[in-house]
């Protein structure tokens, strides 16, 4: 029988990305605080076969060089000398263009998997080289659960653990490149009644530069997060990174139903949604 390993890879939030300036290569300099969702996964299937493939459950994800599991492969094998080939299969729950990190997520989890069957495996500081030249995100998903992330995102620094904290994501049907919400940044203008300051709690505080550019052009999204600030259930809300996700941290996690019910109702009736606990 093949050798096979089946690796969660978990979605993210950004609690906190502040964006400071746009560097000489092209990227931002940021200083986020992110921590995973270990309650939301993809699912990746790796097992060693004669030749390489990828299959994904979901038709949108594309299947070419530029999805980020075959990248983190042809990355990976740049560092090896092994020629095992591999059968690859995605089984996709973190929605795409949703600023969870799902694709970042899966390429980490393709590094781990890679590892484990290498003859000689790199190791933890390696893998963090070859994910930090694959996607800035990407780093984050081979550390700490919570931590701080700085430089274009790829240098990340334990961060310390939080409370147990409801969440409801709400997502609407559109996502956001997160390229366009970065080229918008340093335009974009905030819109009236949208409240963009920090939201202070005792572990830290939730904001999130982006919301600027990306409210300004999805106007929609805006109105979900003062729709979220103004519920008695909610004690807080945010959008994820470059969005599309909207995120609430809850008073009570048994609350959740009934502001998913309320939503759909009031502002989409095709919101995805999902609750659980940081």
């Not at 093949?2 to 290569?25: C, G, H, Q, T, W």
């Not at 931002?28 to 605080?33: G, L, P, T």
């Not at 996607?135 to 274009?152: E, K, N, W």
Request: with cysteine; glycine share 8%; proline share 7%.
């Amino acid at each position: 029988m093949s050798n096979s390993l089946v690796i969660d890879s978990p979605a993210k939030l950004n609690l906190s990305l502040r964006v400071l300036r746009k560097r000489e290569d092209g990227f931002h300099e940021i200083d986020s605080v992110m921590v995973r969702l270990p309650g939301l996964c993809d699912r990746l299937t790796v097992t060693e076969a004669t030749v390489d493939s990828f299959t994904c459950d979901d038709p949108g994800v594309p299947g070419d060089a530029s999805n980020l599991v075959l990248r983190a492969v042809a990355a990976y094998r740049s560092f090896s000398d092994s020629g095992v080939k591999f059968a690859i299969h995605l089984s996709k729950s973190i929605p795409h263009g949703a600023g969870l990190g799902g694709g970042s997520s899966d390429a980490a989890a393709t590094l781990t998997a890679l590892d484990h069957f290498s003859a000689t495996p790199q190791g933890t500081a390696r893998l963090m080289e070859i994910a930090a030249a694959l996607g800035s995100d990407i780093p984050f998903f081979l550390g700490s659960p919570v931590a701080r992330a700085t430089g274009r995102g790829e240098i990340i620094e334990a961060a310390p653990a939080l409370p147990n904290l409801p969440v409801l994501l709400l997502k609407p049907s559109f996502g956001v490149p997160t390229p366009d919400a970065y080229g918008r940044w340093k335009k974009a203008k905030e819109l009236h009644s949208v409240p963009y300051g920090p939201q202070v709690f005792p572990w830290g505080e939730l904001v999130n530069d982006l919301e600027r550019p990306v409210f300004w052009k999805h106007l929609f999204l805006a109105e979900m997060k003062v729709w979220l600030l103004g519920r008695p259930e909610v004690a807080g809300a945010l959008m994820s990174g470059s969005g599309s996700t909207m995120f609430a941290l809850l008073r009570d996690l048994q609350s959740a139903d009934s502001v998913i019910e309320a939503a759909r109702r009031e502002l989409d009736p095709t919101l995805w949604a999902w609750q659980g606990a940081i």
